[in-house]
């Protein structure tokens, strides 16, 4: 069973970034060369399974882990080949949302199913395990994104059907039922609603201040409905009954850093990878499928790091281990920005820093999920785990918007270096965020953690 749950993680992490390959194959059928546009098939899927998560995750646990996951599996699977038939850029932006809708019904039904299914003292590992996989499927998806493209990209996305057909087989015969929570009232989907509009208000303001003005009518109305947006979906989460966020979730200190410490890597992560990406295609004339091969030894850095870390290390707490992978990737990013030129480069420019961030990412991506997620008891897991995803997700997101500002329609050397340096702020603000966490965290052992949370 714990292969299906993992399964399905693997699935939605491999398709938020499987398109990132894609993007020219993808403009050229279409006839569009926007970046601004079609960042949006990355961006809006994004939006929608951040704001749905935590929703999702508690009408899981009110209604059944099982029936949430299978749906959401199935209406993952349906978009997806969506997707594949959609006419043009909008059409597929509009499938992809509808796929976020199917993801983020079954990504915190798998991962509450999955803790429930442990021992207490063993939630935390099978937690880090959860968000390994997330990591390793988010990297891994250009490099099978590049292999599938070389025969159409559509196949980005119809991939999903017989893996996803086969996760549902296995998830109806195996899978248990789960429910927690059954007389909690219906979570808040308006206020899921308006974090859609706000999140996505500000993403349009960032993407399009290039093309439009910065101070056009349209931008600062975007940014004015992304402010209004904030305040009213914080008035919600204040007032309602059962809002996305709970505020006692908030109340804790440590489970708030590391949400903090989630939205900024993420952030920095997002832009990282994308620009990476780009920069094979658009500066080194790489195809799909190199650009693919070249992104993926990186990401095999990750699960390696962080089975290596928690046996040589076990003591070590999160913070300090999300704040070193922190650093090593921003350092990864100075790498790139002071040794990357347009004569490509790849063995001794590229890769070098390339395999330093992955080292970053399997330090902290697992201990981001753990630390956020391993004291809480099986009742609030789908709900906690919402709220840490929905944060990476918003990071992503915002990443991807801050990187196609700062090089869409500047010359490219100069707008990626600049990415590069952003990447490697926003770094050191998320190693400062995970001290903070450890400060504010008892220092017990993780046995400890995960059996007081039971």
Same mark, same amino acid.
């Given at each position: +069973? ?51 998560? &935590?929703? +999702?995750? @508690? ?59 442990? #021992? ?15 990591? &390793? ?29 086969? =996760?549902?087989?296995?998830?109806? @015969?195996? &899978? ?26 500000? %993403? ?14 349209? %931008? ?5 409905? #992304? ?8 008035? @919600? ?24 410490? +989630? ?63 922190? &650093? =090593? ?7 790139? #920005? ?51 995803? +929905? ?21 490219? #050397? ?10 490697? =702020? ?18 017990? @052992? ?9």
């Amino acid at each position: +069973m714990p292969a299906i749950l993992v399964g399905s993680a693997f699935l939605t992490g491999v398709d938020m970034f499987i398109v990132n390959v894609a993007f020219d194959e993808i403009g050229r059928d279409y006839g569009t060369g926007s970046l601004a546009q079609l960042s949006w098939i990355l961006s809006a899927y994004a939006v929608v399974f951040a704001a749905l998560l &935590v929703p +999702m995750g @508690r009408l899981a646990d009110r209604f059944g882990q099982k029936a949430a996951f299978v749906g959401g599996l199935a209406l993952f699977v349906v978009a997806s080949l969506a997707c594949g038939f959609a006419p043009g850029v909008w059409w597929l932006v509009a499938f992809r949302s509808a796929q976020a809708v199917g993801a983020a019904a079954m990504t915190p039904a798998s991962l509450g199913l999955l803790l429930a299914a442990v #021992a207490p003292e063993r939630r935390a590992p099978a937690a880090r395990l959860w968000a390994t996989t997330g990591a &390793v499927a988010a990297a891994l998806g250009p490099a099978v994104g590049g292999g599938l493209v070389q025969v159409s990209w559509h196949w980005a996305f119809w991939i999903n059907l017989p893996v996803g057909l086969l =996760l549902i087989a296995a998830a109806l @015969r195996q &899978v248990p039922d789960v429910r927690h929570n059954r007389g909690t009232p219906i979570p808040d989907l308006l206020g899921a609603l308006v974090l859609v509009v706000t999140v996505g208000a500000l %993403v349009l303001g960032l993407v399009q201040g290039n093309d439009w003005g910065w101070g056009s009518v349209r %931008v600062l109305a975007a940014f004015t409905v #992304a402010l209004l947006g904030a305040g009213l979906f914080a008035r @919600r989460t204040l007032t309602h009954p059962s809002p996305v966020i709970a505020p006692s979730l908030l109340a804790v200190p440590a489970f708030r850093w590391a949400n903090v410490a +989630m939205l900024v890597f993420n952030s920095a992560f997002g832009a990282a990878l994308l620009a990476g990406i780009l920069w094979m295609q658009q500066v080194w004339g790489y195809d799909a499928l190199q650009t693919g091969l070249a992104v993926a030894l990186g990401p095999l850095a990750v699960p390696i790091t962080s089975v290596l870390a928690h046996r040589l290390f076990p003591a070590a707490r999160p913070g300090k281990m999300i704040a070193l992978g922190s &650093v =090593l990737f921003g350092a990864s990013a100075l790498w790139q #920005a002071s040794t990357l030129s347009v004569t490509p480069d790849y063995w001794t420019g590229f890769l070098p820093g390339w395999l330093l961030g992955g080292v970053g990412v399997g330090l902290a991506v697992p201990n981001l999920l753990a630390a956020g997620t391993a004291t809480l008891p099986p009742a609030q897991a789908s709900t906690g785990g919402g709220v840490v995803s +929905m944060a990476r997700q918003v990071g992503l997101v915002l990443g991807v918007a801050v990187l196609v500002t700062l090089v869409d329609g500047t010359d490219p #050397a100069a707008g990626f270096t600049h990415a590069w340096y952003a990447v490697a =702020l926003g770094m050191a603000l998320a190693s400062l965020a995970a001290l903070r966490m450890d400060r504010v965290t008892p220092r017990v @052992r993780e046995p400890e953690l995960a059996t007081a949370s039971g």
